[in-house]
């Protein structure tokens, strides 16, 4: 019988040189339910939509290409700060598709958009198409190159360039598109930081970080490609003059701590301003400690990591409670309807995770990257794969927005497009003699440890069952260690942090090694389980208490370690018990009191209302008859079909009184792919929470609505129905229409009761590819007393003309208003407007 050891899983504070690696994605072939669907519709569904849909920035550089070439004569691209990042974004996801399954039609299509980038770039390396143009119209741009890269993002866009390039080189060998991000990197290198540049800030080296950071991720990618420490310098003198060199002073947008650069970051304490940029920042220290082998940022990242999962996090891993600044708010503020929650944050707090994760081998970072991902992240692209969220609520009325088919400031749905060819590289990581279980899926991988080839066949229903069976084939016997994580949702609670915790001890788990049971640990057990006949002996063994009153002997860190040699065909089981579970918020967090949320395994579930006849805000639960009563069923039909659907006892609150019933949920990151209706994540537990369901009472969303002229066979009706179009051609729904007014300018005004707060709009435009057409453009009006005043829009927003999706925005400062005009141009004198959908959202 072979001797098996169990550790615990010890680490020095910092990571040492013999850094862990995650396993490369294209070692990984995911065969499970989840992620090898989401990969293939990526290739088939989001590629493609992404790749069409950033065609306006790959047209900026053509135009600046052909304006360079004609020696700077000619027409000029319209200017914008960022668009070219998308596009970047989305190169990098379609480039790491290459490399895990070639695809020729890919790589042409990116072949032809590198030549194009290539052609557009200065001879001395600068990049930036309205700089180059000289026509920056927009004045967070600045006048000239670098004169104001707190809000130009000009080190923000060449950096989803360099990690393109990066990715496109693995794929294909091909360096063209390398070289120009070299290229590019030099000449920050020259200007930023060395002697300068006559044609730059006065030949003044700049010494200012940018304001949306991310060069210093894309700077590391550069380095662990090419091995040239001139990057990894470069990403650390960027980090090390945040917050030093220039500290902004002025303005919510503007303030220092809104792009983190109030202090040094390796003095900052808490998680403050744009979660993005944030996070974006927390990921870059995290891989810099790393890389290096010190601890430089720990007690900043220490700190940092705790406000978040202690004090700002929401349950569904999502960050940024605040609309207007996309970003952090004080400790405990976490609303679940008015909310963030950008889609960009959760893909950060991934990021940012899982780099934590390599830098102390502690498995409650994966525990938070996990609920980050499978939750926040899948909730922001639609099951179609081409309908995408910005802001990710834990709660809507029926008016909610719909998905939209892109976004004027698209960086969620590329992001998207980047973040899911990445997963099958989170599934493991080396080290040596180690081998880490970092997240759990079917698939089948290949690696080395210790210098030995090894194959593993990992068979599983996650994340919707928790048995997960792993074969291992190394190519001859060898002894490793392998480090099977325990996720934090099958003990004590959802998501790691002094946020959730479970109200029942049902979790528990069993780990066998060749169907010989080696650790276990059951609800409510206080002692550890009898050793197996394996003889296998704990290690450094710590008792650890957990809330559900149960003892984790063989757990440390996250993971229970198996040394031993391994021989071709051992097993191992982890059999993780998945029901039902019902989570609970501290006190401190008043938008949860009296409030449960319920999740089944690393899933978090909400209530719709199209599966519960109305308005969810209508029921309460008693959590414990909740839990015990839970049925689970997979669901059978619509988009949803194959999803576990839940049901559990619930009192219905009606206008009068309350009766028995029962509430249907599904997975939180499948909702909103149906028609539209309300959504909730937190239950209220006591009958005063509950709402009677106001809305079924007629299906108009607004007050009244009026427009300057309507067809005779149209209605202005189809404004204020909530009807969901199915495209901006459908003709099952009513519309309204300008027809057949040709070329005259149009309004529609709305009346939405009483005044209220105005968050954001949305308007889907009807457009029969003849005679009514979007517009050519259009904006929105608030009445003021007798006057109409124009909406200015916040600063990532545009008044966007895009078909077969919401075109939303928000306004750039806080708006009261009842009455909503939309103004619009039809793009020239043959063609009408039309609208088919209208949404406000105000409170």
């Known amino acids: ?10 680490i020095a504070v910092f990571a040492s040189a013999d850094t862990i690696k995650m396993l490369p994605f294209e070692k990984v072939k995911m065969q499970d339910e989840l992620w090898k669907p989401e990969i293939q519709k990526l290739v088939t569904k989001t590629l493609p939509h992404a790749f069409k849909e950033t065609e306006v920035g790959l047209n900026r550089l053509r135009m600046c290409a052909e304006y360079l070439e004609a020696g700077k004569t000619g027409p000029k691209p319209p200017p914008h700060p960022f668009n070219t990042s998308d596009l970047y974004k989305v190169m990098e996801g379609g480039a790491m598709m290459i490399q895990a399954e070639p695809n020729s039609e890919i790589e042409t299509l990116m072949d032809s958009i590198i030549d194009v980038i290539a052609r557009a ?44 390039a990066v990715a496109y080189a693995r794929a294909t060998g091909k360096t063209k598109f390398l070289d120009v991000a070299e290229k590019s990197a030099l000449h920050v290198n020259k200007v930023i930081f060395e002697r300068g540049d006559s044609h730059y800030n006065d030949g003044r080296p700049v010494m200012q970080a940018p304001g949306h950071e991310e060069i210093e991720l894309a700077l590391l990618k550069l380095y662990n490609y090419t091995g040239k420490d001139l990057y990894k310098n470069m990403a650390q003198r960027f980090l090390d003059i945040r917050g030093v060199t220039f500290i902004p002073k002025h303005g919510s ?113 994966i525990d938070v990257a996990e609920v980050a991902l499978l939750n926040n992240c899948l909730a922001g692209v639609g099951l179609d794969g081409t309908s995408f969220f910005y802001p990710n609520p834990l709660e809507c009325d029926f008016n909610h927005k719909p998905r939209s088919c892109w976004f004027g400031c698209a960086c969620c749905p590329s992001n998207i497009a980047r973040l899911v060819p990445q997963v099958p590289g989170y599934m493991y990581a ?17 690696m080395m440890i210790n210098g030995v080839p090894v194959k593993i066949e990992q068979r599983s229903g996650y994340p919707y069952d928790g048995d997960v069976e792993l074969t291992l084939n190394p190519e001859k016997k060898a002894r490793f260690k392998l480090h099977v994580r325990i996720p934090s949702w099958c003990r004590d609670r959802f998501v790691p942090g002094e946020l959730y915790s479970f109200i029942d001890n049902k979790g528990g788990y069993e780990l066998l090694v060749n169907d010989e049971k080696i650790s276990s640990c059951r609800a409510g057990a ?9 003889s296998a002996t704990v290690v450094g063994r710590a008792s650890v ?242 006057d109409w005043k124009k909406l200015e829009l916040y600063l990532t927003d545009r008044y966007n003309v895009l078909p077969d999706c919401y075109n939303s925005a928000q306004p750039k400062d806080k708006t009261e208003a009842q009455f909503l005009r939309i103004m619009m141009q039809p793009q020239h004198d043959k063609t009408c407007v039309g609208i088919l959908s209208v949404d406000v959202d105000a409170e």
């Open 253 to 365: 947008h503007r303030a220092g701590d809104y792009a983190q650069q109030h202090m040094p970051v390796s003095n900052q304490r808490k998680a403050l301003g744009h979660a993005v940029r944030a996070t974006y920042l927390y990921a870059a220290m995290a891989e810099m400690d790393s890389l290096k082998g010190t601890d430089y940022y720990s007690a900043a990242l220490d700190s940092i990591w705790h406000d978040i999962v202690d004090t700002k996090m929401h349950i569904s891993g999502g960050l940024g409670a605040i609309p207007n600044i996309e970003g952090f708010g004080p400790s405990y503020l976490l609303p679940n309807k008015v909310t963030y929650l950008e889609t960009c944050a959760a893909v950060g707090n991934v990021f940012f995770n899982m780099r934590m994760f390599l830098k102390y081998r502690d498995a409650k970072y």
């Open 545 to 786: 208490a957990n809330a559900a009153g149960r003892v984790d002997e063989d757990l440390q860190n996250g993971f229970i370690v198996i040394d031993r040699e391994w021989a071709a065909g051992d097993t191992v089981q982890l059999k993780m018990t998945m029901p039902l579970r019902a989570s609970r918020c501290i006190d401190k967090v008043e938008a949860n009191h009296d409030r449960v949320a319920f999740s089944r395994g690393p899933l978090l579930y909400c209530a719709e209302g199209v599966d519960n006849e109305g308005a969810v805000q209508r029921f309460f639960v008693d959590p414990q008859a909740a839990v015990k009563g839970a049925e689970i069923k997979k669901i059978t039909d619509g988009p949803l079909a194959g999803l576990p659907g839940v049901t559990v006892p619930a009192q219905e609150l009606t206008e009068k009184s309350s009766e028995a019933a029962f509430l249907k949920m599904i997975p939180y990151y499948a909702w909103s792919n149906r028609d539209r209706s309300s959504m909730m994540v937190w239950f209220g537990t006591k009958r005063e929470i509950a709402k009677p369901d106001i809305y079924n009472v007629d299906n108009y969303k607004f007050k009244s609505v009026k427009a300057s002229y309507t067809w005779e066979h149209d209605t202005t009706f189809a404004v204020q129905l909530k009807d969901n179009p199915k495209s901006s051609s459908d003709t099952s729904i009513p519309r309204w229409t300008s027809w057949p007014q040709k070329g005259k300018t149009q309004w529609v005004e709305i009346d939405i009761g009483k005044q209220k707060h105005i968050r954001s709009f949305g308007v889907y435009w009807y457009d029969d590819k003849g005679g009514v057409q979007v517009p050519g453009e259009w904006h929105v009006e608030v009445k003021q007393g007798d």
């Open 121 to 164: 770039q200065q001879k001395d390396g600068y990049l930036y198409v309205s700089h180059i143009c000289g026509n920056p119209s927009l004045g967070n741009m600045g006048k000239r190159p670098y004169s104001r890269i707190i809000s130009s993002h000009e080190l923000y866009n060449i950096g989803h360039m360099y990690e393109a």
């Open 1 to 10: 019988m072979k001797s098996i050891i169990v550790t615990s899983c010890l």
């Open 430 to 446: 080396v080290d040596g003699d180690s081998l880490y279980l970092v997240l759990y899926g079917a698939n089948n991988a290949e």
């Open 526 to 534: 206080m002692t550890p389980p009898p050793r197996s006949r394996t």
